[in-house]
């Protein structure tokens, strides 16, 4: 299955965005998913990961208080909200199912990644 990453843009520092991931084979509702961004010169670096047991969610350091992981059930797509955005965020961002144990951050927790949405914070 592909997942298929939406709702990147411009925003402003201290801006807003949604972010979605869905799948184009099947429901998430039942997926721990992660996400990911990297920015140009920059490894790849995971951000969020929501779990699929009671949608336990857990952030990096760098996004911890600003952005917010969940899911919408009727839809089956898991969500990225991103606030009080900074000129740092700016990155392409992705999802991938799998990951939200000690070792989320890494890459090789993920199995099925999508192609990522590009998220650009500034004036």
């Known amino acids: 299955a592909q997942l298929v990453e939406s709702g990147g843009g411009l925003a402003q520092p201290g801006g807003s965005l949604r972010l979605s991931c869905a799948s184009s084979?099947?429901?998430?509702?039942?997926?721990?998913v992660g996400w990911f961004r990297q920015a140009p010169g920059k490894k790849r670096e995971g951000v969020a990961c929501i779990s699929d047991v009671a949608g336990v969610t857990v952030y990096s350091e760098s996004v911890k208080g600003r952005f917010a992981a969940s899911r919408d059930e009727s839809e089956g797509t898991v969500i990225l909200q991103l606030s009080a955005l900074k000129p740092d965020d700016t990155a392409r961002y992705y999802c991938?199912?799998?990951?939200?144990?000690?070792?989320?951050?890494?890459?090789?927790?993920?199995?099925?990644w999508g192609q990522g949405t590009q998220v650009t914070v500034s004036t």
């Open positions: 991938a199912t799998g990951g939200c144990g000690p070792t989320w951050t890494e890459e090789y927790e993920y199995s099925s």
């Open positions: 084979g099947f429901s998430l509702n039942h997926y721990p």
